[in-house]
């Protein structure tokens, strides 16, 4: 088997990354005169996909680049958004497909997750708070019912540890 021969180096693309004005003006006006793109790029020596690129972003009579965005439908009304909107807030512990279900609209949860987003609503997961027990309950009762006598000086001498770091005789946070 013989070994296999380098392609030429022919109509290569430029070395260079970055187009200049007059280059994409150049493809523009090629293209203008109704040159394929594979023509064009044998002829200002590009790329075939660069040539493209340059056709799709750049308009020729002015000579901006295109916003290109995709413009769809707005898939829902108000009255469905303030529907859509009702139902996650009573049921935002639900995932999205259920909210949908419950609200009856036949939508993504891709549109639901951008109608909630435009009113500043965002999902997230809450966090786990411990159920409190039988006997947790009793506990604070009782001691709900033994201080219930105190006097002002009495819970002015209470120190409530669990609210915030204290270190007596200092300032808090200062140093």
Same mark, same amino acid.
């Given at each position: 088997?013989?070994?296999?021969?380098?392609?030429?180096?022919?109509?290569?693309?430029?070395?260079?990354?970055?187009?200049?004005?007059?280059?994409?003006?150049?493809?523009?006006?090629?293209?203008?005169?109704?040159?394929?793109?594979?023509?064009?790029?044998?002829?200002?020596?590009?790329?075939?996909?660069?040539?493209?690129?340059?056709?799709?972003?750049?308009?020729?009579?002015?000579?901006?680049?295109?916003?290109?965005?995709?413009?769809?439908?707005?898939?829902?009304?108000?009255?469905?958004?303030?529907?859509?909107?009702?139902?996650?807030?009573?049921?935002? !512990?639900?995932? +999205? /497909?259920? @909210?949908?279900?419950?609200?009856?609209?036949?939508?993504?949860?891709?549109?639901? &997750?951008? %109608?909630?987003?435009?009113?500043?609503?965002?999902?997230?997961?809450?966090?786990?708070?411990?159920?409190?027990?039988?006997?947790?309950?009793?506990?604070?009762?009782?001691?709900?019912?033994?201080?219930?006598?105190?006097?002002? !000086?009495?819970? +002015? /001498?209470? @120190?409530?540890?669990?609210?915030?770091?204290?270190?007596?005789?200092?300032?808090? &946070?200062? %140093?």
């Amino acid at each position: 088997m013989s070994p296999r021969k380098k392609p030429s180096p022919g109509p290569n693309p430029c070395p260079k990354t970055v187009l200049s004005d007059s280059e994409i003006m150049r493809i523009l006006t090629v293209s203008h005169s109704g040159h394929s793109a594979r023509a064009i790029a044998e002829k200002v020596r590009w790329g075939p996909s660069t040539v493209c690129r340059i056709l799709r972003t750049y308009d020729y009579n002015t000579f901006d680049g295109r916003v290109i965005t995709r413009i769809c439908e707005r898939k829902t009304t108000k009255h469905e958004d303030r529907i859509l909107l009702r139902a996650a807030k009573t049921h935002d !512990d639900r995932c +999205f /497909r259920d @909210i949908i279900t419950i609200s009856g609209i036949n939508i993504s949860p891709t549109t639901l &997750r951008r %109608r909630l987003k435009e009113v500043e609503l965002f999902s997230g997961i809450r966090r786990w708070k411990p159920v409190l027990k039988p006997q947790h309950k009793h506990a604070h009762l009782a001691w709900a019912k033994k201080h219930v006598n105190w006097t002002f !000086d009495q819970w +002015f /001498r209470v @120190i409530w540890s669990d609210e915030s770091s204290i270190v007596l005789g200092q300032k808090s &946070r200062c %140093r």
